[in-house]
């Protein structure tokens, strides 16, 4: 494990010095691809650390959150055997896919922590394909009554009954060698296992040497959560609940299509959500109440057209802006039926931005208040790119200061600092009229004890770590606690 962890972290490091060296003139004139290489060693490196922390969490009896949502199956596969393609190549391995029954619309969707179940998938594929050369690995799905069962098979190495029995524990090798060459710290299947067992399935393996390999992840087709037992506010009727003006839901059967809306949306600063079906939708369009939805119209089963009928004529999502996206033209029916907005695919992405901004609520101002000069430019860089409007200190008194001359919307405060701590600032900031009222999101390095964690409490709206700090997961945070204000416009947003 120390070695995996050096490994990357010296070509960061290497890499950098490089960079930095006077004398790398050329290498200085085209720094893309050494800052490629360095993006890549630390996405390797964070991979590792997460595993890491992953583990420690489950084996210390920590509850997994499970981000339960409706996906399509078959779409889904396909999805995965897409990003397994390039693990194939490395050994001359052939992916085939057994999609049958998901394809026919037996499996249809099904209900579980979709990235979840990705990380299984993906951890159980790259495993089949480091022990297989110039081989076949086998993708199947299959419906069991209420359960789905997803298989990866290899033609590979194979193992004996003895180095079966510790193939799910942590750090467990089957073949050092090939470890070594490939990498990995030896948690994948430690994880996977815990993670299936957390959705209520289990993942068994068939082996025998020299005749392959067959992992089998087996799964709830409707995963249940805790959190669906608890019990709902019947004292404010759904819907009188305000809409999520940073939210977009997304209604398209087609993946390519939706990973496309996703990826221009979450760009645009947008918290998104994902439907392939009609029926799934109008659901969440319901849970949800987002800003607005944008509808495909050529779907099975149930088209856009019934899709738009049924959240217009329901009272909880009448009043949600939908915007058609579709091939077919037919604007007049789309703006007869109650549609917002109509546009045809292939889609002009500016225009959709400038329809989505009318309906979502602007970003408001947040402060940063962090001693460290890196950390701090990467959180307002990150901010600004997203479109918000941020200011800066780099101690509790500035902080102090900038609160007096512009109250922000959110802090987001680191706890080390020198003349004033965030501890220190936190007590001061709540002594003043008005500060009580301003959320503060805590952004450290800091391992809080109890003392730490009860001098916080009822102070702070969330504490998050920097060591797996993720900023699409802290621009969630903050749109948590941000008030609403109205929209911008878009040349007030570019130089916020």
Known sequence: ?????????????????LLLNPKATKLRENPIPTLQKIHAASEYLLTLINDLLDVARITAGEQIHLNLKEFDVHGFCQAIAEMAQPLMKKNNNQLVCDFAE????????????????????????????????????TFRV?????????????????????????????????????????????LGLSISKLLAERMGGTIVVQSEPGAGSEFTLRLPRRVADAAELAPVDAARPLADAPRNRHTILVIDDDPLSRDMIQAFLQREGFTVHLAATGEEGIRLARELRPAAVTLDVMMPNMDGWAVLAALKSDRITHDIPVIMLTVAEDRQRGYALGASDYLTKPIDWNRLGEILRRYAEAPAKILVVEDDPAQREHLVQSLRLAGWQVHEAADGREALQRVEAERPAVILLDLLMP???????????????????????????????DNDRARLRGWVADVLAKQ?????????????????????????????
């Open 1 to 17: 494990v120390s070695h995996e962890l050096r490994t990357p972290l010296s070509a960061v490091k290497g890499f950098t010095e």
């Open 102 to 137: 998901a394809s026919s619309g037996e499996i249809g969707v099904m209900r579980a922590d979709e990235t979840r179940v990705r990380q299984i998938l993906l951890n159980l594929l790259s495993n089949a394909a480091k022990f297989t050369e110039n081989g076949r690995v």
């Open 142 to 186: 299959r419906r069991q009554e209420d359960w789905v069962e997803f298989s990866v098979a290899d033609t590979g190495t194979g193992m004996t009954p003895e180095q079966m029995q510790g193939l799910f524990k942590p750090f467990y090798r089957v073949d050092n060698s090939t470890t070594r060459k490939q990498g990995g710290t030896g």
């Open 419 to 449: 003349n004033m701590n965030g501890f220190e600032f936190l007590e001061e900031l709540r002594r003043r009229p008005g500060g009580e009222q301003i959320p503060v999101i805590v952004v450290t390095a800091k391992d809080l004890d």
């Open 468 to 496: 797996s700090l993720d900023p699409q997961d802290l621009l969630n945070f903050i749109r948590r606690h941000v008030p609403l204000t109205p929209a911008p416009s878009r040349t007030e947003t570019e130089h916020g």
